[in-house]
């Protein structure tokens, strides 16, 4: 039986201050056993699943630009705020609730999308 890794990185449900923060980088993390990371852009905080929907590639490793997060391997892109996927990937990845109280953001264990197919017609180029 193979192990999982165990997730690394803060527990983004317990929150994040807001300098661990920094604007355009991804900061890895988890929820649950999910890796997931948190983004701010343009002042707003998202949560989104680590993974990309491609092939796997870190999102955490991600460039954040325009309101999205660019996987570094192929180059695939994911709308922060509705998951709408661009480039090579077809899929969203798993956008989850967040919210920040007193300069401390916090992700939830609830999704807000999860895994839909981006139409052609829809997808962020
Ligand atoms: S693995 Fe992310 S674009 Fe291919």
Redo the contacts with the bound molecule.
């Keep these: 039986m193979a192990d999982q890794a165990a997730p690394s990185g803060p527990d983004l449900t317990a929150g994040v201050a807001d300098a661990d923060l920094r604007e355009g980088t991804p900061l890895l993390g988890h929820v649950g056993d999910d890796a997931v990371v948190l983004v701010r852009d343009a002042g707003k905080v998202y949560a989104v699943g680590a993974t990309?929907t491609?092939?796997?590639?870190p999102l955490a490793e991600g460039l954040v630009a325009d309101g999205a997060i660019h996987?570094p391997?192929?180059?695939?892109c994911f709308d922060l705020a509705t998951g709408r996927a661009g480039?090579?990937?077809n899929r969203e990845p798993r956008l989850l609730g967040c919210r920040t109280r007193r300069r401390v953001a916090f992700a939830s264990a609830r999704a807000v999308t999860s895994g839909h197919r981006t139409d052609r017609s829809q997808r962020r180029s």
């Design positions: 990309c491609h092939y796997g590639g996987c391997w192929h180059h695939a480039g090579p990937a």
